[in-house]
Structures are given as structure tokens and as C-alpha cells.
């Protein structure tokens, strides 16, 4: 009893103390993400298709309205394992993620300030066996960090080419100082 007393008393402390949260699922009872998008992010999961000798994933078709314009430039850019890529902010162009191989963490900060869901931080972890196609439009704070313990190789099809000359392409440095003041996201 006096065992059971002192853990009732432990328990209080941690929760009044916010030490012990509820282990909540990315999905819920029917399978579907966890999650209130920001405005204007879409993630569309794909299911692997078996066949005889392994599995096919369809990253892209032009029929998706998620992808919703043409694809005028693929490439893929890998992450070495622990290491994080953020915060990267497009100004014109919306990135088209999918992650090939691989275990990694995207989020994604809503600072717009005319935006419905100004504020708002998404989070979502993807790999081969939770793959889908992550579509992030202009001016969200956005990137990774590869939580796995092999390189991960992540697919982009931004919707504009990349421009050798003026890129659309800002960065935050995640350690920075300011990255703390504006993003309220720790990876
Ligand atoms: C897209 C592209 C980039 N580059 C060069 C420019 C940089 O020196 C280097 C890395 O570029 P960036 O960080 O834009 O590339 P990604 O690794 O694809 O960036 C991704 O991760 C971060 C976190 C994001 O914020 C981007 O939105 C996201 O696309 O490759 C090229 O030479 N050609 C290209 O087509």
C-alpha cells in the first residue's frame, strides 16, 4: 500500500509537471494520418504493390490532383543518417517530396501571417514502409532529419527548375539563433 501511495504521489508530479504524455498513434483506428495539415500541405500515402519478384511504388502520376501542375524537374537529394537539412523556405516554388529509402523526419512551420493555420507545425516521418508523396507549397519553413541509420535518398519534383542564377530557394539555418526565435520546432 505504501508502495502504491508513494507512486500515486510520483505520478501527480510528473503529470502536473508535463513530464508524462500520452503516447498518441500517426494514424488513427482507421488508418488514416493523425494529423491538421497546414494550409495548402498534402500527403497522399502510397501503398507498395506486391508482384512476383518484389514491389512496385508509384511515386507520381500525373492524374493526382495532388500533383497539381506539371513536372518539369526531378532530383534526389540524400541525408546522411543524424544529420538534419532545414529550414529551407521556397518563395514561388512548391517542393513534391517522396522518400525512396530510409527513415526520416519532415516538418514543416506555418509562419504566414495570412494563413489560416498561421503557427501551425506539422511533423511527418517517412520511409519505404510508410512512403507517400509530401507536397509543401511556397513560404513554409520546411526540412528533415534523417532518423535512420542508413543515408536516406528522398525524391523532389519542385515545380519550378532549379535557377542556377537566382535561386528560389532561402535557408534558415536550423542552429541558428534566429531559426529558435521563429520556428517552434526542435528536431
Ligand atoms: C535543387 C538543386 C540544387 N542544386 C544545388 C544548390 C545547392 O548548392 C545544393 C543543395 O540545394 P538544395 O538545398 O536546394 O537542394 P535539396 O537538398 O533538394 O533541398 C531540399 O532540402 C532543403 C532543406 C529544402 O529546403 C529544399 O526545399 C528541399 O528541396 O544543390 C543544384 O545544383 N541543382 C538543383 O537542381
Redesign the pocket.
Known sequence: MAVQDSTDVALRGLIGGNELVAKHSAVNERGALRLDPIHGIEFRPTRPVPHEDGHVTEVARASWDIIGGPIV?V?I?T?MPGRI??????QRST?R?FVVSGLVKIAVFDGRLDSPTCGRVNEFTVSEKNPGLLV?PPNLY???KNIGTEEAV?I?M?TS??D?EG?D?L?LSWDSEAASRIVPYRF
Open positions: 524537374q532530383h537529394t541525408t537539412r532545414a529550414w529551407g523556405l521556397h517542393d517530396l509543401i520546411h526540412g528533415w528522398i523532389n519542385p527548375q532549379y542556377y535561386p530557394a535557408d
